[in-house]
Antibody, heavy 121, light 108 residues
Framework: EVQLVESGGGLVQPGGSLRLSCAAS????????MSWVRQAPGKGLEWVANIKQDGSEKYYVDSVKGRFTISRDNAKNSLYLQMNSLRAEDTAVYYC??????????????WGRGTLVTVSS | EIVMTQSPATLSVSPGERATLSCRASQSVSSNLAWYQQKPGQAPRLLIY???TRATGIPARFSGSGSGTEFTLTISSLQSEDFAVYYC??????????FGGGTKVEIK
C-alpha cells in the first residue's frame, strides 16, 4: 500500500526541540521530492519545507528558516523534520507529503495522516 | 507574495445538487493550481492539478477549470462522502506556494 506515516509529535515547551519522522512505503521514495506541510488548529494549510530526491536542495518557508531542518534517509525510506527554538505559533498538525515538481513550484499528491505538535508551557 | 482567496467560506448544498467553488489569485498563476479535499481528522487528498487534470482515482463528478487568476472546482452531483473542506493551492510562484483559506461544503 502506498502510504506515509508520521511520528514524533507531542507537547514541548517554548524554546524546545522536537524531531518528526515520516516513514514511506509502497513507492520508490528516492525518486520523489518530499515536503512537510502544517495546519494550525482550526486553520488552513501552510507549506513548511521541501527536499530534493538526493537531499541536495532544501527550501523553507521564511518563518522557520534557521530553526527547522528537513532531511531524508533514502536507505530507510524516511523523511525527517528537526524543529528547534519552537514557538507557540508552531503548534500545528504536521503532514508529510510527496511533492510533484512543476517548476518553479510543487503540488502534493500523497499525504500522511499527520502528527500533532503542541508548543506550550 | 501571491494571495489565494476562496469563496464562499461555507457552501450549503443538498445531496445530488451541483456545487461550484471559486478560487482567486492576487496575480496570475497560469494553470499551476491544485485542489485538495480534507475531511475532519483526515489528511488532505489531491483532487485536481494543472487546474483541470483529475488526480488518480478521483471520480469524474469532480472537475476543475480556469487559468490566470480565476479558478473553479465543480462537483456535479454531491455525494454524502463529498462533504468536506476544499483548498486550492498555487504553485506558479514559490516560495511559498500559497494555499487558499478553504471552502467548507456542508449538507443543506
Amino acid at each position: 500500500e502506498v502510504q506515509l506515516v508520521e511520528s514524533g509529535g507531542g507537547l514541548v515547551q517554548p524554546g524546545g526541540s522536537l524531531r518528526l519522522s515520516c516513514a514511506a512505503s509502497g513507492f520508490t521514495f528516492s525518486s520523489y521530492w518530499m515536503s512537510w506541510v502544517r495546519q494550525a488548529p482550526g486553520k488552513g494549510l501552510e507549506w513548511v519545507a521541501n527536499i530534493k530526491q538526493d537531499g541536495s536542495e532544501k527550501y523553507y518557508v521564511d518563518s522557520v528558516k534557521g530553526r527547522f531542518t528537513i532531511s531524508r534517509d533514502n536507505a530507510k525510506n524516511s523523511l525527517y523534520l528537526q524543529m528547534n527554538s519552537l514557538r507557540a505559533e508552531d503548534t500545528a498538525v504536521y503532514y508529510c507529503a510527496r511533492a510533484r515538481r512543476v517548476f518553479p513550484g510543487w503540488y502534493f499528491d500523497l499525504w500522511g495522516r499527520g502528527t500533532l505538535v503542541t508548543v506550550s508551557s | 507574495e501571491i494571495v489565494m482567496t476562496q469563496s464562499p467560506a461555507t457552501l450549503s448544498v443538498s445531496p445530488g445538487e451541483r456545487a461550484t467553488l471559486s478560487c482567486r489569485a492576487s496575480q496570475s498563476v497560469s494553470s499551476n493550481l491544485a485542489w485538495y479535499q480534507q475531511k475532519p481528522g483526515q489528511a488532505p487528498r489531491l483532487l485536481i492539478y494543472g487546474a483541470s487534470t483529475r488526480a488518480t482515482g478521483i471520480p469524474a463528478r469532480f472537475s476543475g477549470s480556469g487559468s490566470g487568476t480565476e479558478f473553479t472546482l465543480t462537483i456535479s452531483s454531491l455525494q454524502s462522502e463529498d462533504f468536506a473542506v476544499y483548498y486550492c493551492q498555487q504553485y506558479n510562484n514559490w516560495p511559498p506556494g500559497a494555499f487558499g483559506g478553504g471552502t467548507k461544503v456542508e449538507i443543506k
